[in-house]
């Protein structure tokens, strides 16, 4: 496929998946973070974190498969046209005879620039993984020591009523726990498979083009 437009669309697309992805990231870790003992999630919270990953998980399988898919430059690096020389011919009774030349085609050149932008979404787009992978391993232990720190509440409580409540938050804890936990998984996986898409992106730089030489 050669068609330049399509292409842009694609990368256009990509963009916007990466752009999304870190705000999804940047707003739950900001929500993550603020969990403390005075701060519990109640359940339509770890709702909306649930939901939060669920999108998550779109947004990278949809990228995934963007990238994966992005269609390859199939043309040729160059073209041929004919030029007429402007030196008039040593005989006048011989016409100037059209010489056929070659020259990169325009096509190609933006091919490269595409491909190359390919590439660097597909290492960023890694980048943001790994650093999400990082982000919800610290927000796990944090979440974990919230519930620790309940539990020890829940020890001393003189209150029945008292006891129950910080129950049902160390029980919400544990859902998030395994939630984040369960994600920092998948982007394990995901990261792997994302990356495994860089030598193909690069592949199809310019090297790949047919260059008549």
Not at 185 to 201: D, F, H, N, Q, W
């Amino acid at each position: 496929m050669n068609d330049i437009a399509t292409r842009d669309d694609d990368l256009s697309q990509l963009v916007a998946l990466r752009n999304r992805y870190r705000e999804i990231c940047e707003l739950q870790s900001g929500r993550l973070d603020a969990i403390a003992i005075g701060n519990v999630p109640d359940e339509i919270a770890v709702g909306v974190e649930r939901m939060a990953i669920e999108e998550e998980a779109s947004v990278i399988e949809e990228f995934a498969r963007l990238a994966g898919e992005f269609p390859a430059y199939s043309g040729e690096g160059v073209r041929t046209v004919s030029v007429t020389p402007q030196k008039p011919s040593w005989f006048a009774l011989r016409r100037p005879a059209d010489v056929l030349v070659e020259e990169e085609d325009p096509s190609a050149a933006e091919a490269r620039l595409q491909d190359s932008r390919l590439l660097h979404l597909v290492v960023s787009f890694v980048d943001d993984l790994n650093e999400r992978r990082a982000s919800l391993q610290h927000a796990s232990y944090t979440i974990k020591r919230v519930a620790v720190g309940l539990n020890q509440s829940a020890a001393y409580s003189i209150s029945e009523d008292g006891a129950r409540k910080i129950e049902r938050e160390r029980h919400r804890l544990e859902t998030l726990v395994s939630l984040v936990e369960r994600t920092t998984a998948e982007i394990v996986v995901a990261s792997r498979r994302v990356g495994a898409l860089a030598p193909m992106a690069e592949g199809e730089g310019p090297e790949q083009l047919k260059l008549a030489g």
